[in-house]
């Protein structure tokens, strides 16, 4: 069964480690609701408080949503030869935005370990620990919730996977510019949990037309 919520709070030790280690990924509504409580206007928000998180993974990785290859073309191959010997076909790739981070910890953390903006707070947030990521047990090894993470995964996760399911499909139909409208000029790059390093908008956007390029 999956833990209630003061079940949650009365094991979770306010350590805000997974606030520090972790970088949250909003979906376009997420974005909207934050700005609001901020006073900002969306597009503000995500220029300046806001970058790029775009992941590429071995279309094998487990655990993992998949996303149409054809959205990981030549520049992407392009981008990871500079960092690796050779480059094993079959990715995809995860182009999404994130809260940009102050001095290594969410800029929303206060020094009490309370949340700024924890009623507007992306659903990430929400569900750490309980996500299945793999390689995370290691890197929270103090995190009593996250050993529970492996005997339940809450109806909130499923919720989640549902809601980012739907943001990759719009994705692939209209593509990352015109779902978002506004977005952060650049941002990072990983392959799987490795920074690889920048990657601008424009970058994201050639990988775009040559999707659509693809598609004709
Ligand atoms: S969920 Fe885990 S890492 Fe996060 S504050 Fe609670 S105990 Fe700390
Ligand atoms: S938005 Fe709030 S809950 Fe989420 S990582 Fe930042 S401080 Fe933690």
Avoid: H
């Avoid at 809601?163 to 506004?182: H, L, P």
């Avoid at 990657?199 to 004709?216: D, R, Y």
């Amino acid at each position: 069964m999956p833990l209630t919520r003061k079940q949650e709070s009365d094991i979770c030790l306010s350590c805000g480690e997974c606030c520090k280690r972790y970088s949250i990924t909003l979906l376009p509504e997420e974005a909207t609701i934050i700005a609001k409580k901020l006073k900002l206007s969306k597009k503000k928000f995500l220029e300046n408080y806001c970058e790029l998180f775009v992941k590429v993974y071995p279309k094998t990785t487990p655990g993992i949503l998949t996303f149409p290859t054809t959205f990981f073309p030549k520049k992407i191959g392009e981008l990871l030869s500079r960092e690796l010997t050779s480059v094993p076909g079959g990715f995809f790739v995860l182009p999404q935005i994130a809260l940009k981070r102050k001095e290594g910890v969410c800029r929303y953390l206060n020094k009490d370990n309370t949340c700024q903006i924890y009623n507007e707070r992306p659903f990430p947030c929400g569900l750490f620990p309980f996500m299945v990521v793999p390689g995370y047990e290691e890197q929270y090894p103090f995190c009593e919730l996250f050993k529970k993470s492996n005997k339940t995964l809450p109806n909130k996760s499923k919720q989640y996977s549902k809601k980012i399911k739907i943001y990759f499909k719009q994705m692939d139909e209209k593509g990352f510019t015109k779902v978002w409208k506004s977005t952060p000029k650049k941002g990072k790059f990983f392959l799987n949990e490795l920074l690889l390093g920048e990657i601008t908008i424009k970058q994201l956007e050639k990988m775009m037309s040559v999707k659509a390029t693809q598609k004709k």
